[in-house]
């Protein structure tokens, strides 16, 4: 069990660290970004999910501790990748409650790393626009001025309104791995991802399929039109000193 006063412990101890899975054009394999997705290096437990301390991170302050080192280590670590090579982070509906705090981290991170903002991508679901909150919104915006882009996380996998993609300023989704995992087995499946990329093409929005497991899967996405694609089959998410030497020799 995870418990709250272990995580404020280990937060003070610097254990949570940004582990970094590739995203892939499909057309030529090529890396067009790393989403970075946090792990939390427990001296006796090993590495833990974020699945089982995000929930609890986020009844508390601890999501903003969090989130803002996550997006100082991943600013930093994309600041040394070549420069067509974009990151990705998630950013909690609870981190948007004091949107100011927000912003103001975007901003350092920004400023500490040097990073171009356009090769820093926030992914948001749509769980964080259910409240169609002016606050939200305009933070969304601001972000957006600053030069940052935003991709639609998990896209498919709860009410999925399309007209969030048309009421805020998104450059990318990312279509939910459930899709993919049903790509083979259910009829319906191909014919939605379909559906979406033709939109998001309408739209001028990038299409991310994330979950991709296997080379049938991989060809069949490639035949349905998806520019990019992430999942196990091109690569798990990456250690830090791992994702160092995937671009090691680029510049
Ligand atoms: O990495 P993994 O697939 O185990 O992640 C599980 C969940 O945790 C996913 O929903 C993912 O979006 C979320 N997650 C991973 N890293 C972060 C992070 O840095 N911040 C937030 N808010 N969520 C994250
Ligand atoms: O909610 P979000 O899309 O941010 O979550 C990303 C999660 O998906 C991470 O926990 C990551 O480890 C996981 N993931 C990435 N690729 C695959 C894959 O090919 N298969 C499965 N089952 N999970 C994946
Ligand atoms: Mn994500
Ligand atoms: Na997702």
Not at 79 to 90: D, F, K, M, Q
Not at 145 to 159: N, P, R, S
Not at 188 to 206: M, N
Not at 207 to 212: D, F, K, L, S, T
Request: hydrophobic share 45%; net charge neutral.
């Amino acid at each position: 069990r995870v418990l709250e006063r272990d995580m404020r412990a280990a937060i003070d101890r610097g254990e949570f660290v940004a582990f970094f899975q590739p995203i892939y054009n499909l057309r030529d394999r090529s890396v067009v970004a790393c989403e970075a997705l946090v792990r939390w290096r427990h001296p006796a437990k090993g590495l833990i999910s974020p699945a089982l301390f995000i929930p609890i991170a986020e009844k508390s302050a601890m999501i903003e501790e969090i989130g803002a080192h996550i997006l100082k280590e991943a600013c930093h670590a994309a600041a040394t990748w070549p420069a067509h090579v974009a990151v990705a982070v998630n950013i909690s509906a609870a981190q948007f409650v004091r949107p100011d705090r927000l912003i103001t981290t975007v901003q350092e991170a920004l400023a500490a790393s040097r990073l171009r903002p356009d090769r820093l991508h926030l992914e948001i679901t749509e769980s964080l626009l259910l409240q169609d909150s002016a606050l939200t919104r305009r933070a969304i915006q601001r972000l957006v001025e600053i030069g940052v882009k935003f991709a639609l996380d998990d896209f498919g996998a709860g009410y999925s309104s399309l007209s969030y993609l048309k009421d805020y300023p998104f450059s990318k989704v990312k279509i939910d791995r459930t899709f993919t995992e049903s790509l083979m087995s259910c009829a319906a499946s191909p014919s939605i991802v379909k559906a979406v990329v033709q939109i998001a093409a309408d739209l001028a929005l990038d299409v991310v399929v994330e979950g991709i497991e296997t080379v049938e899967e991989e060809d069949l996405l490639r035949r349905l039109g998806p520019s990019q694609g992430q999942g196990f089959l091109f690569s798990k998410p990456l250690p830090p000193e791992a994702t160092r030497r995937l671009f090691a020799g680029e510049q």
